[in-house]
């Protein structure tokens, strides 16, 4: 296992997601990218095999593409902020960066999903 610690967040922020799915019921493009989000993450930090790495980013990429059709000014600063911890925890070889842009992304879709 590639990171236990971001495979147990990627586990349950996927829950959380599928718990907003069943809660506030979002357009069909929303849950599809959520959910394939989520198995990707999971899947990704799960594993170490370069394939799951970056299945995972490009789902990310296109998963945010299509999120920005549905987020408001507030959502996009969280995603920024997520990418930026992203790239830091990447640059200061720290898993908690990246552990804290999992949950603020899952509550920036969980808040997406809530208010369409």
Do not use: Q
């Amino acid at each position: 296992m590639a990171n236990r610690i971001l495979f147990a967040s990627s586990v349950i922020c996927g829950l959380l997601h599928i718990l907003a799915m069943i809660m506030f019921a979002p357009p069909n493009i929303l849950l599809i990218t959520f959910l394939c989000g989520s198995i990707s993450s999971i899947y990704n930090h799960g594993s170490t095999k370069n394939l799951a790495k970056w299945t995972d980013r490009i789902v990310m990429v296109i998963g945010m593409i299509i999120e920005f059709f549905f987020a408001s000014n507030t959502h996009v600063v969280l995603i920024l902020i997520s990418i930026c911890l992203y790239f830091s925890g990447k640059r200061l070889k720290s898993s908690v960066p990246h552990l804290v842009a999992h949950f603020i992304l899952t509550t920036c879709h969980i808040m997406i999903v809530d208010a369409n």
